[in-house]
């Protein structure tokens, strides 16, 4: 008795127990493109409702999802964007056009799937993702009537419901209505969701993604749940493990390599190792009666490569930190009070086992220095001359305000494509918002990144710190910077977990403004110039903490030894302690750099760089490469910009054409090579308005050159005499001025890129047309050819144009006669067939005349002698060039030797 209750509950069960339900059709609105405007808008008439979404994922049984279109009665726009700076990741916003009275508001979508021939759904529910934002992502607060209607194929009528949801933040809410009785056959089906009813003031309905689903007992295609491989890169030799999940499969099998893998298959699970030798893509095939479905996965394969992780600190200046980057007179650190005032002990480990470079630049400000590090190209090149988002008036019309994208080859792309999993941590700030960190840059992973220079709220207190992407679940805390540190781990964890080499970009928000306190720091900053300088300081102790956070994830997941480890500033400081155009004052004033980010200054591009392995050994094998000696200073100028070179050439990856053209590989510094390894120059150019406006700099050697575009006014310092720059020498030096200010027009002209020239649009004393204009001063003839200077190049614009002579090579044309004295006896200095040589005519009875080029007014000595080393200081005849003519004749004096020589010299 017990047996037969036992059986019925059991089978019971099993009748009422419910079937999985199958997805008909879902999509979140990713991997979206596109906008449309509806007809009737009150800003632009004309436009389709076809919005084109293109990740929809549908049942086999599904043959087509297709025609989504945009809802919006009396007109508005569909737009599928990105949500850099929305709350959720991708949406599709509905404009509210706001002449249409609430009650009668319908703003939505319509979508049409087909079920194929012999099939039948059980529907099960509607999920939708919906919610009010504006197009900034602004929270919209009120109520709407989110409805659903369905009809078409074998429904007799249209199935609708519709529920009442009110908002009142930026979340999106999920939506499920439950359709539990509806079956639906063979046909063309119409589903449409509408939010109705808007209420007053509002703009928006927001969509984040539907799922339709059901249940279809009818036999079906095999389902791959799951392809993967414990690792997704390999050298050649080693061996993975593929890992496969399925269901209704009969047989498995996996091309190239296993073959048949049904009998390592246990209820449609399995796995299976197989050798690597080169970079794979296998496809695993899953067949049934009703036929096969398939799978692939790639296995990367490659050399051995070292991990790399690039910290960028914003607004981080050499003196904001307890590391010293300045030297006294016997080329040792010597800490200022700065240094002593900051705690950065983790910095200092950095330091004490690798190299410092003291002499290391950005640009001025953060975009272009960013953009740098992308492309390996100065500002002038890549041409985003300003922050993302900045520029003004004045500024050149052509400067590439939107930033880099998917038209740049990018360090991030390059890596990527030798198998790097390339990770982006915090600030972009790389481009606008239409470009994707992920798609157009290159990073595998985005992790806060955008448009954004700063964080969109503040570093703690708002949940997901103002639509941070990726940071959606911290509810503000934490401050930014650790929190940053905790996903920059996460990150790194999951691809040496994958076997994969890695690039962490580490790109801190901090030490930008607002200057808001880490509570995270400890460290005594009662001696602040002021209290926002001391929330600085614990800004920079935080920043600290995370980098020495992400180093110990290193050693524990025992790749330390294999990470290279670059950090920098990616412009001058911003310390609320300093100044823009001077010293720093108080406790603070023996600091020697002037000027702050933003400035023509030192203090406006000088940073802090330290390279070293993130945890030495001689034993490695990358560091037998590259070893770094530890706690070295380099004192020679290095760039931001030649960072990507030099982690190419790290990875042992090739570069493109079209990259780094202005970089310079920095191994040789680092292994402790003696001498220099790149040009001991840098040019800075800068033709926007800010904290110093419309410059351009150029330093060689110890030598630095500004020139300001507005007064058309030189600037020269020594920084090895006058750190301070308070000596200005363009007056008491004008031929190095003339020629460090001709080497800059020249440089700039040498750089622009795809832009063009990027020229201030303000007013200016210089001639028209000239992006750099060298001194107007007729004393100065740099190649002593006889020629000044501006005579050489009478446009003044630092180039040689057509027609001009070379101001720094006395014989521009390379003949045997220089610039100025061609010009004087009437050859041409632009031609080496053009030469001042003579012609002798005659014979030894008539006599010999000797005929030479001339110019009217010149005067020439002829000299003679029995021998070509040996000439007489006293000229036989002073002869005046022909009144007329480009020539002169001399009859020479009969002689009874049986040889002499003769020579025609131009006079003074």
């Not at 706690?631 to 931001?640: A, C, G, K, P, Q």
């Not at 110890?702 to 005499?721: F, G, R, V």
């Not at 501006?790 to 446009?795: A, G, R």
Request: negative net charge.
């Amino acid at each position: 008795m017990k047996n037969s209750i036992y059986t019925f509950i059991v089978t019971l069960l099993c009748a009422v127990m419910p079937a999985v339900a199958d997805t008909l059709i879902s999509s979140n609105f990713d991997a979206n493109t596109g906008a449309a405007v509806l007809t009737g808008d009150l800003d632009n008439s004309t436009g389709s409702a076809s919005v084109n979404i293109t990740d929809w994922v549908k049942d086999p049984r599904i043959s087509s999802v297709s025609g989504l279109t945009a809802i919006s009665p009396g007109g508005g726009f569909a737009v599928a964007r990105s949500g850099s700076n929305v709350a959720d990741e991708d949406m599709v916003v509905i404009n509210h056009n706001l002449n249409i009275s609430p009650a009668a508001s319908k703003r939505g979508f319509s979508v049409n799937f087909t079920v194929d021939s012999g099939s039948y759904w059980d529907l099960t529910s509607l999920v939708v993702k919906a919610g009010h934002t504006s197009s900034s992502g602004a929270a919209q607060v009120y109520a709407s009537d989110l409805r659903y209607t369905l009809s078409g194929g074998s429904l007799s009528s249209p199935v609708t419901g519709s529920v009442t949801e009110s908002y009142g933040d930026r979340t999106l809410h999920s939506i499920s209505f439950d359709l539990t009785g509806t079956t639906i056959e063979a046909g063309e089906y119409t589903l449409e969701i509408t939010m109705n009813n808007l209420s007053s003031g509002g703009a928006y309905a927001s969509f984040d993604g539907i799922t339709l689903t059901g249940q279809n007992d009818l036999p079906s295609l095999p389902v791959i749940h799951s392809f993967t491989a414990d690792k997704s890169y390999a050298t050649a030799g080693s061996t993975i493990n593929l890992l496969w999940e399925t269901s209704d499969a009969t047989s498995l099998s996996i091309t190239p390599g296993p073959g048949d893998v049904t009998s390592v298959t246990s209820n449609g699970d399995g796995s299976t190792s197989v050798v690597i030798s080169e970079t794979t893509t296998f496809t695993l095939s899953a067949t049934n009666d009703l036929g096969t479905v398939q799978q692939t996965l790639e296995i990367l394969s490659g050399p051995a490569r070292p991990n790399i992780v690039l910290f960028v600190v914003d607004d981080f200046g050499p003196h904001d930190t307890s590391v010293p980057f300045n030297l006294d007179s016997g080329g040792n650190p010597v800490a200022y009070n700065f240094n002593e005032f900051y705690q950065t002990p983790n910095m200092e480990v950095l330091a004490s086992q690798g190299m410092r470079f003291t002499s290391a630049y950005a640009q001025t400000v953060c975009s272009p220095t960013r953009c740098g590090i992308m492309t390996g190209r100065n500002s002038a090149r890549h041409g985003v001359s300003d922050w993302v988002g900045g520029g003004g008036s004045g500024s050149p019309a052509n400067w590439r305000t939107g930033g880099i994208g998917a038209s740049d080859v990018t360090l991030p792309e390059l890596l990527g494509g030798a198998g790097y999993r390339t990770i982006h941590v915090g600030k972009g700030h790389f481009a606008q918002t239409s470009v994707d960190i992920q798609q157009d840059i290159g990073f595998d992973v985005n992790i806060a990144g955008g448009r954004w220079g700063h964080p969109p709220s503040n570093y703690i207190g708002t949940a997901g710190y103002g639509g941070l992407p990726g940071l959606e679940g911290y509810d503000g805390s934490f401050y930014l910077t650790r929190a940053l540190s905790m996903e920059a781990n996460k990150a790194v964890e999951n691809a040496v977990n994958e076997g994969r080499p890695f690039f962490l970009h580490m790109s801190f928000y901090a030490v930008h403004a607002p200057f808001t306190t880490n509570p995270d720091a400890s460290g005594d900053y009662s001696s602040a110039v002021n209290g926002t300088h001391a929330s600085f300081a614990t800004q920079v102790e935080g920043m600290d903490i995370a980098v020495g956070a992400i180093r110990q994830k290193l050693i524990d997941l025992g790749v330390a030894e294999d990470t290279f480890i670059i950090l920098v500033g990616d412009n001058g400081s911003d310390s609320p302690a300093t100044t823009v155009n001077g010293l720093p004052s108080g406790s603070f004033s023996d600091w020697p750099m002037r000027g702050k980010k933003g400035s023509k200054w030192e203090g406006g591009s000088r940073i802090p760089m330290i390279v070293t392995w993130a945890r030495p050994d001689s034993s490695n094998t990358f560091q037998q490469a590259l070893p770094i000696p530890a706690n070295s200073v380099e004192t020679d100028i290095v760039t931001t910009w030649d960072i990507p070179t030099t982690l190419l050439g790290v990875a042992g990856v090739d570069t493109s054409l079209e990259f780094g053209e202005d970089g310079h590989d920095l191994s040789s510094y680092l292994s402790g090579a003696a001498g220099s390894h790149r040009p001991q120059e840098i040019v800075v150019h800068y033709p926007h308005k800010h904290r110093s406006d419309y410059f351009s700099w150029i330093r060689q050697g110890d030598m630095k050159l500004i020139y300001n575009y507005q007064t058309n006014s030189h600037e020269l310092y020594n920084l090895a005499n006058d750190p301070s720059e308070t000596t200005d020498l363009a007056s008491s030096e004008p031929e190095t001025t003339m020629k460090l200010a001709r080497a800059l027009a020249q440089k700039l002209d040498a750089t622009w890129g795809s832009a063009g020239a990027l020229k201030p649009t303000i007013s200016t004393s210089a001639p028209n047309g000239n992006v750099i204009s060298i001194p107007n001063d007729p004393s100065v003839d740099v190649d002593e050819d006889g020629l000044a200077d501006t005579n050489e190049d009478p446009d003044l614009d630092g180039l040689i144009d057509a027609g001009e002579t070379n101001p720094d090579n006395e014989n521009t044309d390379g003949d045997s006669t220089n610039d100025g004295d061609e010009l004087r006896t009437g050859t041409d200095p632009l031609s080496g067939a053009s030469d001042f040589l003579g012609t002798l005519s005659g014979d030894s009875l008539q006599g010999w005349s000797v005929t030479w080029p001339s110019k009217p007014g010149a005067t020439y000595a002829i000299y003679s002698s029995d021998s070509l080393t040996t000439w007489p200081e006293t000229p036989i005849a002073t002869v005046p060039a022909a009144a007329a003519g480009s020539s002169t004749s001399y009859i020479l004096p009969q002689s009874r030797d049986p040889q002499r020589f003769y020579r025609v010299v131009l006079s003074p």
